[in-house]
């Protein structure tokens, strides 16, 4: 090997060529022979096929999978807009509320006028608009578990039991039922 340089690691297929057993004959019932595995993942040397480790991701247009900023913004734009869709009744009919992204420069506007103005120049009310203040990271949210501490513990109670048993009578002389605590 010429001095200073790196080894060539070798590739999965050349590793597995090197354990291939060149007497081994698939031959026969493929159902009944010892031969064969059961496992498709399995090949002829015994080594779990990991086809994640084969693709390559050379010449892909696709983009690796993440939520931004933008994302979180998109997301609570639909919330608005198709779930809770808000509206008002004005001169008895009904009309949807617009729900704009207020970015700096509208919420400055906003801020500094009272009202926003469209593209026209008309005031528009009523209108929802949102902005982001603020991000910061929720530290208390983990999804690891301490196995010394795992704070997997919850704390209920009984509704009716041999004390405070269910009956119409209770319910018409507005009894009260009693508490029980119960430890799981």
């Avoid at 002389?173 to 605590?181: A, C, G, I, L, M």
């Amino acid at each position: 090997m010429a001095k200073g340089r790196k080894p060539i690691p070798k590739s999965q297929r050349e590793l597995s060529e090197g354990l291939q057993d060149p007497s081994y004959v698939q031959a026969g019932n493929p159902n009944g022979s010892g031969k064969y595995s059961t496992d498709p993942n399995l090949n002829q040397s015994s080594i779990p096929f990991n086809r994640s480790e084969k693709m390559s991701r050379k010449g892909d247009t696709y983009k690796d999978f993440t939520v931004g900023l933008q994302d979180i913004d998109e997301a609570i734009f639909y919330y608005f807009e198709n779930v809770i869709r808000p509206f008002v009744y004005q001169n008895g009919e009904r009309r949807e509320v617009p729900i704009i992204y207020g970015s700096p420069e509208r919420w400055k506007s906003v801020q500094k006028d009272g009202y926003y103005r469209d593209k026209n120049g008309r005031i528009m009310s009523p209108i929802i608009m949102f902005k982001r203040n603020s991000l910061t990271k929720n530290r208390s949210i983990t999804n690891k578990l301490d196995a010394n501490q795992p704070h997997l513990y919850t704390s209920w109670q009984k509704s009716w039991n041999s004390k405070n048993f269910y009956s119409n009578f209770n319910l018409l002389n507005n009894r009260d039922q009693t508490k029980q605590k119960c430890s799981p």
